[in-house]
Structure formats: C-alpha cells, structure tokens
C-alpha cells in the first residue's frame, strides 16, 4: 500500500520519465500502471477495462453514459502511446473544436506536467517526423490520409457525431489502435452501423456502476470527488427521464435502483445506461418490444401465403429493404446497399 501511494505521489510531483527512458517501455503493455505511476491517477475498474480492451482486441467501441471519465480515459492514453512508442503516431478527432479542445485536448495538457512534446497552444504533440499525436476536428477527412505507418492509434471522441467518411478514411489508414467513444444518443448515425458490423470490441459503460454511486448509496464519501458523476445527479436524471412502471418488465429496460423499479427513456438509456435509445419520437418500435416479440415462439401464421415486401432506395447512404413473413411472422429481413 505505501509504494502505491508512493507512486501517486511521483506521478503528481511531475516526475520526468523521459529522462529515464527504458521506464516507459515496460508500460506498454500496461496503460493503467502508467496512468497511477506516470499521471498519479487511479482508473476505476470501467476505464482500465477499456486500456486493457485496446491491448487485446485493437479495435474499440465505447458506449457510456455521462461523467464515467471515458474523455479522460482517452486523455490518457494519448499521453500513454506518446511516451512509450517512438516510433509512434496518434490522431484524435472529436465532431467540433469545443469537443476536442476544451475536452480532450485540455486533459491531455494537464496530464503531461511538464513532460516534454507539448505544443504551445494547439492540440498537438511533436517528438519528431515519426513520434507525434495530433488533434483535428471532423471537418476535413485529408486529415486522416497517408500516414500508414506503425504503430498508428486513432481515437474518435463523441463518435456519433463523425460522418462516415472519416471512419472510411480512418479504416484505410489501417491503424494498429482505434478507440471510438461516446454517448450512444443516436441509433440513425454511422457509429450504430459500425458498431452492428461486428468488426469491434464494444463496452458498455453504465453510469450506475460508476464508484461515486454505487459508495454514496451505501453511506460512503465519493471516492473521485473530482468527478461530476454524483448520486444526486443519478437522481435528478431518474425523476426528469424515468418512470416508475404498473407492472415490471425487465425486458422492456425496466431497472432496479435503491429498492425501487424503473422504466428509462430514451435520454436515460443513452445518457446514463449507455444504451442506444430503444424508441426515438419518429419509431413505431422500440428495441426492446422488438426483442420481445422475436422471442415469442409459436405457430401462428404458418398456413398462410408467403409474402414478399420491399422497399427500395433511391441514392445517398439510403439502403433497399426486403422483408419476408407468413401472416403476423416475419421469417427474414436483409438490408442491402448499392
């Protein structure tokens, strides 16, 4: 227990690793030691599962609710692949200016306490032609052309905000690490298609189990008092975004909080949960009646005529649908571009 504290402590003093470089080599496999070591800061378990999801799976897609600290986490990493691989390149992007530098950026410069590498004042940090990381703001995808060599590590800040074409872009930078983050708000974005791809390691994030909530319910002071995330605010966001349901369903999002049961909305379920909205104002369906009814299993229909439905598109990302079913039971539905 003293020498973890005694870490912490190096870590706040500043403690200049880069004059010391064979330190930094044997945090590359280890982000969350680098963090506490490095940065004096403790992740909780949420943030190192994803540093260590990055290590094993490459390709990772965070879905979290407010105030768990996954910037941060990022923050870190950032600072982490800069010191520890030279060669070494990192970009970041986040949708506007405020996003990515008053957020991610701002915490990557009070993580870095004097370390060498850090521009002036723009989002940048410059070791030399093949050791640098790198801000741009998802306006221009020639941002993310030709730079392929390794290691290469992309991170995407408030993910469902980026068009398509910059993940196009980023895909054929072929990056060695590729973070995406966000608050899961809308399932009409490009990020939902990504993430139904199968392609990515998704974690989902859920501002319940965040330590400041689960220890102020059981009487305790909050362990990351410099976190935002408060059980008053759980329970301001549960009155304004939640309802208490008659009759309890699990399968339709119901939750259990302090002893009492709750139905989410849309806002709590992204916002909080870190889940993509079940029902939007402009859907007949929500996901979870969805998931409800294709786990109903009967015989209902099967005498009928096979019928055929299709809804064609026309251009843009638009996607020609086509639906089989027997009476009340749909059998198939694919969706097709081009």
Same mark, same amino acid.
């Given at each position: 227990m003293e020498e973890r504290f005694a870490k912490i402590e190096l870590g706040q003093r500043g403690f200049n690793l880069a004059d010391a470089p064979d330190h930094f080599s044997r945090y590359r496999t280890d982000p969350t030691a680098y963090a506490l #070591?490095?940065?004096?800061? =403790?992740? /909780? *378990?949420? =943030?190192?599962?994803?540093? #260590? &999801?990055?290590?094993? *799976? %490459? @390709?990772?897609?965070?879905?979290?609710g407010n105030?768990?600290? %996954?910037? $941060?986490? !990022? &923050?870190?990493?950032?600072? /982490?692949?800069?010191?520890c691989f030279d060669p070494g390149i990192c970009? $970041?992007?986040?949708?506007?200016? =405020?996003?990515?530098?008053? &957020?991610?950026?701002?915490?990557?410069?009070?993580? @870095?306490?004097? @370390? $060498?590498?850090?521009?002036? %004042?723009?989002? *940048?940090?410059e070791g030399n032609n093949e050791h640098w990381a790198a801000g741009y703001t998802a306006a221009n995808p020639e941002a993310f052309q030709g730079r392929h060599k390794e290691p290469l590590f992309i991170i995407f800040d408030e993910a469902v905000g980026i068009d398509r074409v910059f993940w196009e872009a980023a895909e054929g930078m072929q990056p060695t690490y590729w973070l995406c983050l966000m608050n899961p708000t809308d399932a009409s974005s490009h990020a939902y298609q990504e993430e139904s791809s199968g392609?990515?390691?998704?974690? @989902?994030?859920? $501002?319940?189990? *965040?330590?400041?909530?689960?220890?102020?319910?059981?009487?305790?002071?909050?362990?990351y008092p410099q976190s935002s995330l408060t059980l008053a605010w759980i329970r301001e966001r549960i009155a304004a975004w939640c309802s208490t349901p008659a009759i309890v369903d699990e399968a339709l999002g119901d939750f259990l909080f302090d002893g009492v049961w709750y139905r989410p909305g849309p806002l709590f379920e992204a916002r909080v949960l870190g889940k993509w909205p079940s029902q939007t104002t402009d859907s007949i369906w929500s996901e979870s009646l969805w998931d409800l009814c294709c786990r109903q299993r009967?015989?209902?229909?099967?005498?009928?005529?096979? =019928?055929?439905?299709?809804?064609? !598109?026309?251009f843009g990302d638009d996607q020609t649908v086509i639906v089989v079913r027997r009476g009340p039971r749909v059998l198939m539905v694919e969706s097709l571009s081009g």
């Open positions: #070591d490095v940065l004096g800061m =403790q992740w /909780w *378990h949420g =943030q190192s599962e994803i540093a #260590d &999801a990055l290590l094993e *799976h %490459k @390709r990772v897609f965070v879905r979290a105030g768990p600290g %996954k910037t $941060s986490c !990022a &923050a870190g990493l950032v600072n /982490w692949f800069f010191d970009i $970041s992007t986040a949708p506007t200016t =405020q996003q990515l530098s008053d &957020a991610l950026w701002r915490q990557i410069r009070s993580m @870095r306490r004097g @370390r $060498s590498g850090l521009m002036p %004042k723009a989002p *940048h940090l392609r990515w390691h998704t974690i @989902r994030i859920n $501002s319940l189990d *965040h330590p400041n909530v689960v220890d102020e319910l059981e009487g305790r002071p909050r362990p009967d015989n209902t229909g099967l005498g009928e005529t096979l =019928q055929l439905g299709c809804d064609v !598109a026309r």
